[in-house]
């Protein structure tokens, strides 16, 4: 079956750490994107990525990073110099060009202890 | 940026009554409008989505309503059900521009009462 997935589920961090969270899809789309959700908040764009080894900042791409070395993975860092990093992150894809038909990835849920 | 937000952060039903949950948007330029269902811990499910040629589209229970005039879509749920419990979120996008990224809104929490 064709999916998105994110791992892991829960992430704890110790402050001044950076950690990595994992997307990958088979669905073959172009586009990939990262979003930020807290308590009573919409998603926030953190990063987006249209094609392998271009991505464009969101909102609040502060304290974030990625890299888009394959069409599949599109991984985001957050690194220490991002303040308030306790959130559930969500990653999506989509075809891209021709179509939005985002599908979302289960998000995992980073805590700093 | 632009955003797109919603009237009511929570609504609460009743098993079988219908619901409406509404967003407002600022920006004209959008031509394309999405519905989301989130439940808790999971990622958001399409329900529905609008182009901006249209100011009408029904799906299974689900009827999404867009006013271009006023900036304002809404989305009913028929004979809502308790597993319509969820928070709901619009979503606006540019299709000239397919492959940026949508714009949220910040959810509706719809509790469904049995």
């Known amino acids: 079956d064709g999916g998105i997935t994110q791992s892991p589920k829960y992430l704890f961090r110790k402050e001044g750490q950076n950690v990595t969270l994992s997307c990958e899809q088979n669905?073959?789309?172009?586009?990939m994107y990262w979003y930020r959700q807290d308590p009573g908040q919409g998603l926030r764009l953190i990063y987006y990525?249209?094609?392998?080894?271009?991505?464009q900042k969101g909102d609040i791409a502060e304290g974030y990073s990625v890299s888009r070395e394959k069409k599949e993975s599109f991984p985001l860092t957050v690194t220490s110099a991002q303040k308030n990093p306790t959130a559930f992150y969500l990653c999506?894809?989509?075809?891209?060009?021709?179509?939005?038909?985002?599908?979302f990835g289960s998000g995992t849920r980073l805590t700093v202890v | 940026g632009e955003s797109v937000g919603l009237h009511l952060p929570t609504l609460s039903v009743q098993e079988g009554d219908n619901s409406i949950i509404n967003c407002a948007y600022s920006?004209?330029?959008?031509?394309?409008f999405i519905w989301y269902k989130q439940e808790s811990g999971k990622g958001p499910q399409f329900i529905i989505d609008?182009?901006?040629?249209?100011d009408k589209r029904q799906g299974q229970r689900v009827t999404v309503l867009l006013n271009k005039t006023v900036k304002h879509l809404s989305l009913q749920i028929a004979a809502t059900q308790p597993g319509d419990s969820a928070v709901y979120f619009c979503?606006?996008?540019?299709?000239?521009?397919?492959?940026?990224?949508?714009?949220f809104g910040k959810g509706t929490t719809l509790s469904v009462s049995s």
């Open positions: 999506a894809s989509s075809p891209g060009r021709g179509g939005y038909g985002y599908t």
């Open positions: 669905l073959n789309h172009d586009a």
């Open positions: 990525s249209q094609i392998v080894n271009d991505f």
């Open positions: 920006n004209s330029a959008s031509d394309y």
């Open positions: 609008i182009r901006s040629n249209m």
């Open positions: 979503a606006r996008g540019d299709t000239n521009q397919a492959g940026t990224a949508l714009i």
